[in-house]
């Protein structure tokens, strides 16, 4: 055999065993799917505030998926956000990662912080009581201080639009799996900050509750009235109710839907959230009375 021809096949031989042992290496790491946000605020709809954040959302994990829980909670109210937040929760998947921004205090002391859920939710919000009602449910496993500047954008940070510059930019690094504890310093759960919110009680002469807020647009009126607790005064489907709201005397019907009263008539129904309710049949109860949220309501034991 000719050198030349030796040398070849020399050389074919070498490029084989690079070739097997490039197959027999390591695969590549399959990326993780990406996990879904829950996007929440008081930034409403009007101008490029919630685009812009869900735009910095997808720059960081291209192809998040983002759902809007809404962006209509009344400005600055706190504890509206926390039950909104709280209420959509349990319908995510149990990995999801929740960006929640109502945010009276921005650009004060008040913390940016990473929550994760003992049921494995994160919840990216600022620490000013908007978690009380989903620590109350699910309990809070651990918590961080958002202060990383790889997990924020920006060079110079905005005083007042930390939902652009922190929260969205933090849910989307927990959205493709980046590791949370990188974020900033652990913080104290038994620390964080808490709503006061209060149930209604009941007592020897009934129960005493208030109106915390209204129903979309349809002004049916969210009362802090678990159906347990209403069940304790004893009224059945069909009675008659009477009670004291907002320091007047009514007479309303318990009924199962809106239907169950001629149109532009009232009820009371326990609402798709287990919680006593006001409405108006086809109609706007808040507006029809006049009232707004808090609003106090009392209603006594059925003879």
Not at 272 to 294: C, D, H, M, V, W
């Amino acid at each position: 055999m000719s050198s030349s021809r030796r040398h070849f096949l020399t050389a074919c031989t070498a490029l084989f065993a690079l070739s097997l042992t490039a197959c027999q290496s390591t695969p590549a790491p399959i990326p993780q799917p990406l996990k879904v946000i829950g996007f929440l605020s008081d930034f409403d709809v009007k101008d490029d505030a919630i685009g812009i954040c869900k735009a910095v959302m997808d720059g960081i994990a291209p192809g998040v998926r983002v759902i809007d829980i809404s962006h209509q909670v009344t400005p600055y109210d706190i504890a509206e956000g926390a039950r909104f937040l709280a209420g959509s929760a349990p319908y995510f998947p149990k990995d999801a990662v929740f960006v929640g921004v109502v945010d009276p205090g921005v650009g004060s002391t008040r913390k940016p912080i990473i929550a994760k859920s003992k049921v494995g939710q994160f919840f990216v919000v600022p620490d000013n009581g908007l978690l009380t009602l989903v620590q109350d449910r699910d309990g809070i496993e651990a918590a961080r201080t958002i202060t990383n500047p790889d997990w924020m954008i920006g060079s110079k940070l905005s005083s007042t639009f930390h939902g652009r510059d922190i929260f969205s930019p933090a849910g989307a690094h927990l959205a493709r799996g980046d590791d949370w504890t990188q974020a900033g310093p652990a913080l104290d759960v038994a620390q964080l900050v808490r709503l006061d919110i209060h149930t209604a009680a009941v007592d020897a002469k009934g129960l005493h509750g208030e109106v915390i807020g209204t129903d979309g647009p349809f002004g049916n009126l969210i009362l802090d009235i678990p159906q347990p607790i209403f069940a304790q005064l004893g009224y059945q489907l069909g009675d008659a109710v009477p009670l004291t709201l907002n320091g007047k005397p009514y007479t309303i019907p318990f009924h199962k839907t809106f239907s169950d009263v001629p149109i532009g008539k009232p009820l009371f129904y326990i609402d798709s959230r287990g919680r006593l309710s006001l409405a108006i049949n086809q109609g706007n109860f808040a507006e029809t009375y006049n009232l707004n949220p808090p609003a106090p309501l009392f209603i006594p034991r059925k003879p």
